[in-house]
């Protein structure tokens, strides 16, 4: 069993009635409570600290559970098991359990079922484990995006004269960066004149019709070409209205790894947990 020392007693008493709650819940076993504040008093009259208690209706009564967290280095021996005996004697609680990380002295074996307390064991996955870091898949995440993008798509500007073909969606977002200028150096980017085309286009709601549409200008503009420079007094943009479909589909495996052991001595039941939670059986040649 590993000897790690990740966890803090208080963690592994969180981690029990986890445990516990979980397993029992189809069988209307409920946590009733657990840590330093969860007591109960006995005929007595002496209140004693319960690291773990259950209880669990049959109709008629209810029955509870003491359950005792052992986080310690060495094997738990005959004197947790008398000393849990008399608490449950002297509170009147028909059940006990002995849960720790490093295993029982062979005489606790023999007295905890001759007392008929349960023992179980439960430790964080160690090199020495079959399962230790052991991977699982608990599941597959469909992602479905529907998506329907409207916009222009240009596909010629005309300078005046000189028209210039956009080819595809790499030349047009080129476009989108070309600067225009006037006699005084003044700038103007070309992308206002892309971007209304697109929004007159969608306006008139025609899908895939061929659309040119003129734009006038007040003063007359320069474009730098790499071998030229031309002139114009308008900017005329054809292209059409689209709608494109850039829905998609991705697929993702939910992954989980062993975490931690749990092995019921008596009741011949071994158990794995994962740190999101998940509680599942092991075969019992494990």
């Known amino acids: 069993m590993s000897q790690s020392n990740e966890l803090n007693w208080e963690e592994y008493e969180a981690i029990t009635q986890y445990i516990y709650g979980a397993l029992g819940r189809k069988y209307g076993v409920k ?23 259950t209880e669990q209706s049959d109709g008629e009564k209810k029955h ?20 849990l005996r008399c608490v449950m004697e002297d ?3 028909e059940k006990g359990i002995i849960v ?34 052991k991977t699982f898949e608990i599941g597959v ?12 798509v240009v596909t010629s500007i005309n300078f005046g004269g000189k028209t210039i073909t956009v080819a ?15 006699a005084s150096r003044n700038t103007i980017s070309l992308s206002e004149f892309l971007t209304e085309f697109s929004k007159e286009v969608q306006n008139r709601g025609e899908l895939l019709k061929t659309t040119t549409i003129e734009y006038p ?55 794995t947990l994962s740190k999101s939670g998940l509680i599942w059986h092991l075969p019992p040649d494990c």
């Open 64 to 83: 509870r559970t003491a359950i005792e967290c052992k986080f310690l280095k060495e094997k738990v021996t005959n004197d947790t098991v008398m000393k």
């Open 217 to 271: 200008l007040n003063r007359k503009l320069f474009l730098k070409l790499s071998d030229s420079e031309i002139s114009f007094e308008k900017i005329a943009i054809t292209g059409f209205f689209a709608e494109i479909d850039e829905s998609s589909k991705r697929s993702f495996t939910l992954i989980d790894q062993v975490w931690m052991i749990m092995n019921e001595l008596f009741d011949k039941r071994k158990l």
């Open 91 to 93: 509170a009147e609680i």
């Open 141 to 152: 995440l469909d992602i479905n995006i529907k998506a329907i993008i409207s916009r222009g």
């Open 31 to 53: 946590v009733i409570g657990y840590g330093r504040n969860c007591k109960v008093k006995g005929k007595s009259g002496i209140s004693y600290q319960i690291d773990v208690l």
């Open 168 to 182: 595809d969606e790499d030349e047009l977002l080129a476009m989108h960066d070309v600067q225009l200028h006037d």
């Open 100 to 133: 720790c990380k490093t295993g029982f002295t062979r005489d606790t074996l023999t007295y905890a079922e001759h007392k008929g307390i349960k023992l179980v064991e439960l430790w964080e996955a160690g090199e020495n484990d079959v399962d230790f870091k």
